[in-house]
């Protein structure tokens, strides 16, 4: 079993930063892949970036060039820099670690508000 906490969310205005961090506890074995993904009121669940162990990295088209993802392999540790947000980014934010012969394993979400 795999415990991920989320931390970072709050409240900021539109053009600011917030950065989100994701620590994974729990498992001896090495996560696959780690993500970020985002939930807003009556839509459905959206990835917003995902990078790999070995550290391909992948983004939704509507954070190119504003969000940075990161991973730390030796803490299970997967961060989410949100630079020039926007109000439409807006959502519940969730990290997620994945492994390819295990299953998924998701945080309890961060809320992050983004006021115009």
């Known amino acids: 079993q795999v415990q991920l906490v989320e931390s970072g969310g709050g409240l900021v205005q539109a053009g600011g930063s917030l950065r989100l961090s994701c620590a994974a506890s729990g498992s001896a074995f090495s996560i696959d892949f780690m993500g970020w993904y985002r939930q807003a009121p009556g839509k459905q669940r959206e990835l917003v970036a995902r990078?790999?162990?070995?550290?391909?990295?992948n983004y939704a088209d509507s954070v190119k060039g504003r969000f940075t993802i990161s991973r730390d392999n030796a803490k299970n540790t997967v961060y989410l820099q949100m630079n020039s947000l926007k109000p439409e980014d807006t959502a519940v934010y969730y990290c997620a670690a994945h492994f390819v012969a295990r299953g998924d394993y998701w945080g309890q979400g961060t809320q992050v508000t983004v006021s115009s």
């Open positions: 990078i790999t162990s070995g550290g391909r990295i």
